[in-house]
């Protein structure tokens, strides 16, 4: 499966439109577990806030992880004083868990989340949001970090969170400043392929949905934050440090592996109509050259160590030809995963024997190299040696990219899957809930979305042809696509449905939330 040059299963970003009736267009969920005192001065100002300075129709979702005092109590008599309120229970505990259920359900464009104690500044949410309302990005995160942000927290707070940072940076490679900043918003047409691929229920949640969605591409905005910190916080720091370091060990080795389907939340590329109508564009081009001459120069070394061994016992040409031959079968493999993408096993005795061909391109270049030098000097020094074969290797490596690029690894329609098809694959650790409505049940996950070139008519749920004020006939051949997050007949799903874990044992009992 190629990531870099995969068209993309989620539609192009659009503005969204400026009214919708009957539909909020942000849902700020707050999930909360054992929050009776907080929670109700939390919403109280959360929904004055809104009320004030948001000029979209809005929602907060009140999602209780299984709180054992009165705080169902306290979200049900918000919800029945407040209309913008809503409150949903689960009876299991995870931050995580809570998120992904509610954003799961949400009828909202917009999905966003704030911790209870409101440590952040509110004056950021309308920041926070506005990129996903224009179109701009896919997420947008509230970071502490920032040069321009405002913090007041303790040293160990401090040290703990940069210190998780810098691990991220290093080990997962990172570009986003702060990963567990309580404040962050998400588009739910992107929501609706990811969620499924993220598989921590805890704390971890924020930082496993990140990395995916950097990984594969997407956009993540980021809004300086001012923020304060409770000293109140009932976040176990020692467990949850445990948990994430045990998350970032399972999301780094899923990358390492290819086990991810990034492909699954690729953005088309650009996001005018103009772009996805352009043929033969180059693809990952930057992006493999910084791959391949990472690999090669790893391999260059590999390459010369193996020569000075093999050179003990062998002459140069001998000590050259099997130094060569080892180090092309992991150049390969490595350049077939890392550089251009190519997961699984399907093809890859084919690309070792190709890559061999390319082998002995570079052996003819290199020992043809050894062949001139011994001509000229009957007994050249072992470093004008390496310095011949240093050279050889620059020009064959030249040749070796092109090689690969257009012949080993080319970039064709038929060498990976059509995005539909990746789409409805599952696999079984994906974490997936169905929704009961009505006596249905709808599977979670990925939904098809309209053509850009399709337009909707206002106050109608049928598409209609284009051209024409008639919508399309039922039975016709034509096929009828929707909109990101649009029900097959037209409605939306309401957010307060019952949700039920499809796993038996998605259970996380030991939750330290």
């Not at 054992?68 to 931050?95: I, M, N, W, Y």
């Not at 947008?140 to 920032?146: E, F, P, T, V």
């Not at 190709?354 to 011994?374: K, P």
């Amino acid at each position: 499966m190629r990531t870099d040059s995969s068209p993309g299963t989620l539609p192009a970003r659009e503005h969204l439109p400026a009214g919708d009736a009957g539909t909020p267009v942000l849902d700020v969920v707050i999930p909360v577990y054992n929050e009776e005192k907080d929670l109700g001065p939390c919403v109280v100002r959360l929904h004055d806030h809104l009320k004030r300075t948001f000029p979209y129709a809005f929602r907060i979702t009140i999602a209780d992880n299984a709180s054992t005092d009165t705080t169902p109590q306290v979200a049900q008599r918000l919800e029945a004083e407040l209309a913008e309120v809503k409150s949903f229970r689960l009876e299991q505990k995870g931050r995580g868990r809570a998120l992904r259920t509610v954003w799961s359900a949400s009828d909202a464009p917009i999905l966003a989340y704030m911790d209870v104690d409101l440590s952040t500044d509110l004056n950021a949410l309308l920041p926070l949001v506005a990129p996903l309302i224009s179109g701009h990005s896919d997420l947008a995160i509230g970071s502490r970090l920032a040069r321009s942000s405002r913090v007041v927290r303790g040293a160990k707070r401090e040290f703990i969170s940069r210190s998780y940072n810098l691990i991220l940076r290093g080990s997962l490679q990172a570009r986003f400043s702060d990963a567990q900043c309580g404040f962050k918003a998400i588009r739910r047409d992107v929501a609706q392929v990811l969620l499924p691929m993220v598989e921590d229920t805890g704390w971890f949640f924020d930082t496993e949905m990140l990395v995916i969605a950097e990984r594969a591409g997407l956009r993540i905005h980021e809004v300086p934050v001012d923020w304060v910190d409770d000293p109140n916080s009932t976040v176990h720091i020692v467990k949850t440090a445990t948990d994430d370091l045990k998350g970032v060990w399972r999301v780094g080795k899923a990358l390492a592996t290819g086990s991810l389907p990034l492909d699954r939340v690729a953005r088309p590329f650009g996001d005018d109509p103009r772009d996805r109508d352009i043929q033969d564009v180059p693809k990952g081009l930057a992006r493999q050259l910084v791959g391949f001459c990472v690999v090669g120069a790893l391999s260059t070394l590999f390459y010369l160590v193996l020569y000075s061994l093999f050179r003990q016992f062998s002459g140069s040409q001998i000590a050259n030809a099997l130094a060569l031959l080892v180090s092309a079968v992991a150049n390969t493999a490595a350049n077939r995963r890392l550089t251009f993408g190519v997961r699984g096993r399907g093809g890859a005795v084919r690309h070792q024997v190709q890559g061999l061909v390319v082998f002995g391109i570079g052996l003819a270049l290199t020992s043809g190299s050894l062949a001139a030098l011994n001509a000229a000097s009957s007994d050249p020094a072992h470093s004008t040696e390496l310095a011949v074969l240093v050279a050889a290797n620059l020009a064959a490596t030249v040749l070796r990219f092109l090689l690969f690029r257009a012949w080993v690894f080319p970039d064709r329609d038929g060498s990976r899957q059509d995005s539909s098809t990746v789409v409805a694959g599952h696999t079984p650790s994906s974490p997936t809930y169905t929704t009961a409505s009505g006596g249905h049940q709808q599977q979670g996950g990925p939904l098809p979305h309209r053509s850009a070139h399709q337009p909707y008519v206002q106050g109608s749920t049928q598409p209609y042809a284009p051209g024409s004020t008639q919508p399309y006939a039922p039975g016709s051949t034509t096929t009828t696509q929707f909109r990101a997050g649009e029900a097959a007949d037209g409605t939306w799903r309401d957010a307060t449905m019952q949700l039920q874990p499809v796993r038996p044992h998605d259970t996380d009992p030991g939750d330290p939330r």
